[in-house]
């Protein structure tokens, strides 16, 4: 966590080998001042704990948990069926299918069981951290103008180098 305000979103993941997609998460969540908490949690080797993880999320003061999840992929959809908090599902690519069997074990979550899912990897991490962003700040101003600072530097990046050719040409 990024300070010792109460965490706001939760970053999970299945195993500690999903780390370097999943820190991309919390690399935007950081650089946005939103107050996270970030932890393995595994639905095959701890669901126990993945349960008591998501039932518990809303009382600690969490509004939304980031899930990321390789190979079955089965940690956000389990934990969207043990809370109401909006849960954004990172598949994390995997050496067998290059993580389309991460992805489609997550969008593909039954009528009535919602995972929002994002791209496969770290664009999907980044935009995951950016979109619990974007719902915290529903609430809160100051993240709320976090994220329109960032897009607003996003769009002045773009003005400013309009040419895509490399600068020594």
Known sequence: M???????????????????????????LERLGVPHETRVVSAHRTPDLL?????????????????????????????ASQTALPVLGVP?????????????????MPG????GTLAIGKAGATNAGLLAAQIVGLQDTKVRA?????RAEQTQSVLDNPDPRPADE
């Open 112 to 115: 009535g069981i919602a995972v």
């Open 146 to 150: 976090a994220v329109e600072a960032f």
């Open 2 to 28: 990024q300070s010792n305000e109460q965490p706001r979103v939760g970053v999970i993941m299945g195993s500690k080998s999903d780390w370097p997609i999943m820190e991309h998460a919390v690399a935007m």
């Open 51 to 79: 349960f008591d993880y998501a039932k518990g999320a809303a009382g600690r003061g969490l509004q939304v948990i980031v899930a990321g999840a390789g190979g079955a992929a089965h940690l956000p959809g389990m934990v």
């Open 92 to 108: 994390v690519e995997s050496k067998a299918l290059k993580g389309l069997d991460s992805l489609l074990s997550i969008v593909q």
